[in-house]
């Protein structure tokens, strides 16, 4: 089973910047990724690598938000920069593997203007 730790969320102003960080154990992930959660809004994919370093983003992210990973840690990174009060969320991480999928337990991201 596979179990994820997040790290980094925290508040910030408009236009701060903050990094997630997410360690997976236990298995072997074959994409790993960021979701976020607003009060009132349904869960929606931030973003997304896989392990043939495929990358997607939702539009509102592009140019702002970075994915990358460490694979020898099994980690991945979410570089959260220019950041917005829209973006404040609960942020996600989870992992896809042939067994299913993982999530870890969130970490907040506010922003204030």
């Known amino acids: 089973q596979v179990q994820l730790v997040e790290s980094g969320g925290g508040s910030v102003q408009t236009g701060g910047s903050l990094r997630l960080s997410c360690a997976a154990s236990g298995g072997s992930p074959n994409a790993m990724g960021w979701y976020r959660q607003a009060p009132g809004k349904q869960r929606e994919l931030v973003a997304r690598?896989?392990?043939?370093?495929?990358?997607n983003y939702i539009d509102s992210v592009k140019g702002r938000f970075t994915i990358s990973r460490d694979g020898a840690k099994n980690t991945v990174y979410l570089q959260m920069n220019s950041l917005k009060p829209e973006d404040t969320a609960v942020y996600y991480c989870y992992a896809e593997t042939s067994f299913g999928n993982y999530w870890g337990q969130g970490t907040q991201v506010t922003v204030s203007s």
């Open positions: 690598f896989t392990n043939f370093e495929w990358k």
